[in-house]
C-alpha cells in the first residue's frame, strides 16, 4: 500500500524556471492537499482540493498552481521559480469527513531554486 | 494571530522521564486536535487525535484537551531516546473541516 506518493523527490531549479511536483495516493480520499515546510514556519497551505475539479486557496498560494486532474491526483506547479520558493513540499490526502479526519502525507519534495 | 501557537524549544528530558508538549488555539469552535510526529528529513505522521473534552491515552502517550482555555497537550510518558523529534500539532478549522491548521513545531530531544 504506497499510500501518498510524490515525486521528485529533489529538483534544484534555476530563477525563472518552471517545474510541476506530481501527486498520487492510493486511499481513495476525497481531498487533497500540497504544504511547504520552512524552518521555524511549520507547515504552511498552499491549495487543497476538497474533491475531484474543484480547488482553493490556502494561507501562501501566490507563485503555485494546482490542477486535480482525477480523484488519485494533484499536481503543484511553479510557473517561474523564485529563491522564496526553496522548501519542502508535501503532498496529503485526507477522507472528507466531518469528524475523524485525519491528514497522511507523502515523503516530501526538497526543491532548490538558486 | 496565528492559528496554532507552539513553543519551537528544544524541549530536553533525560531518558525515562515525562515530557510534556503544548499547544494553544485561536479558534474557540474548533472541534478536531492532532498530533504528528516528525523526524528530521521524514514526513509528519499521525500519533494520535482528540476530539473532546478530558484525557485520551494510547501506549505511552496521552492527549489532553481544555477546551475552555484552548489548549492542547501531549504527554509522553518513559521517554525514549527514540522518541528525540519535532512534535506538530494541528487543529481542524470550525467551518471548513477540509482545513488543517499546523503550529511550527517543538524539538523534543531524550537524553540517554
Given at each position: 500500500?504506497?499510500?501518498?506518493?510524490?515525486?521528485?523527490?529533489?529538483?534544484v531549479l534555476k530563477t525563472g524556471q518552471s517545474m510541476t511536483l506530481q501527486c498520487a495516493q492510493d486511499m481513495?480520499?476525497?481531498?487533497?492537499?500540497?504544504?511547504?515546510?520552512?524552518?521555524?514556519?511549520?507547515?504552511?497551505?498552499?491549495?487543497?482540493?476538497?474533491?475531484?475539479?474543484?480547488?482553493?486557496?490556502?494561507?501562501?498560494?501566490?507563485?503555485?498552481?494546482?490542477?486535480?486532474?482525477?480523484?488519485?491526483?494533484?499536481?503543484?506547479?511553479?510557473?517561474?521559480?523564485?529563491?522564496?520558493?526553496?522548501?519542502?513540499?508535501?503532498?496529503?490526502?485526507?477522507?472528507?469527513?466531518?469528524?475523524g479526519n485525519t491528514i497522511y502525507f507523502g515523503e516530501g519534495s526538497w526543491l532548490t531554486v538558486v | 494571530q496565528?492559528?496554532?501557537?507552539?513553543?519551537?524549544?528544544?524541549?530536553?528530558?533525560?531518558?525515562?522521564?515525562?515530557?510534556?508538549?503544548?499547544?494553544?488555539?485561536?479558534?474557540?469552535?474548533?472541534?478536531?486536535?492532532?498530533?504528528?510526529?516528525?523526524?528530521?528529513?521524514?514526513?509528519?505522521e499521525l500519533i494520535m487525535f482528540i476530539y473532546s473534552n478530558g484525557d485520551k491515552e494510547d501506549g505511552r502517550?496521552?492527549?489532553?484537551?481544555?477546551?475552555?482555555?484552548?489548549?492542547?497537550?501531549?504527554?509522553?510518558?518513559?521517554?525514549?531516546?527514540?522518541?528525540?523529534?519535532?512534535?506538530?500539532?494541528?487543529?481542524?478549522?470550525?467551518?471548513?473541516?477540509?482545513?488543517?491548521?499546523?503550529?511550527?513545531?517543538?524539538?523534543?530531544?531524550?537524553?540517554?
Amino acid at each position: 500500500n504506497a499510500g501518498v506518493t510524490q515525486t521528485p523527490k529533489f529538483q534544484v531549479l534555476k530563477t525563472g524556471q518552471s517545474m510541476t511536483l506530481q501527486c498520487a495516493q492510493d486511499m481513495n480520499h476525497n481531498s487533497m492537499y500540497w504544504y511547504r515546510q520552512d524552518p521555524g514556519m511549520g507547515l504552511r497551505l498552499i491549495y487543497y482540493s476538497a474533491s475531484e475539479g474543484t480547488t482553493d486557496k490556502g494561507e501562501v498560494p501566490n507563485g503555485y498552481n494546482v490542477s486535480r486532474l482525477n480523484k488519485r491526483e494533484f499536481s503543484l506547479r511553479l510557473e517561474s521559480a523564485a529563491p522564496s520558493q526553496t522548501s519542502v513540499y508535501f503532498c496529503a490526502s485526507s477522507p472528507l469527513r466531518s469528524s475523524g479526519n485525519t491528514i497522511y502525507f507523502g515523503e516530501g519534495s526538497w526543491l532548490t531554486v538558486v | 494571530q496565528k492559528e496554532v501557537e507552539q513553543n519551537s524549544g528544544p524541549l530536553s528530558v533525560p531518558e525515562g522521564a515525562i515530557a510534556s508538549l503544548n499547544c494553544t488555539y485561536s479558534d474557540r469552535g474548533s472541534q478536531s486536535f492532532f498530533w504528528y510526529r516528525q523526524y528530521s528529513g521524514k514526513s509528519p505522521e499521525l500519533i494520535m487525535f482528540i476530539y473532546s473534552n478530558g484525557d485520551k491515552e494510547d501506549g505511552r502517550f496521552t492527549a489532553q484537551l481544555n477546551k475552555a482555555s484552548q489548549y492542547v497537550s501531549l504527554l509522553i510518558r518513559d521517554s525514549q531516546p527514540s522518541d528525540s523529534a519535532t512534535y506538530l500539532c494541528a487543529v481542524i478549522g470550525l467551518y471548513n473541516f477540509n482545513k488543517f491548521y499546523f503550529g511550527s513545531g517543538t524539538k523534543l530531544n531524550v537524553k540517554p
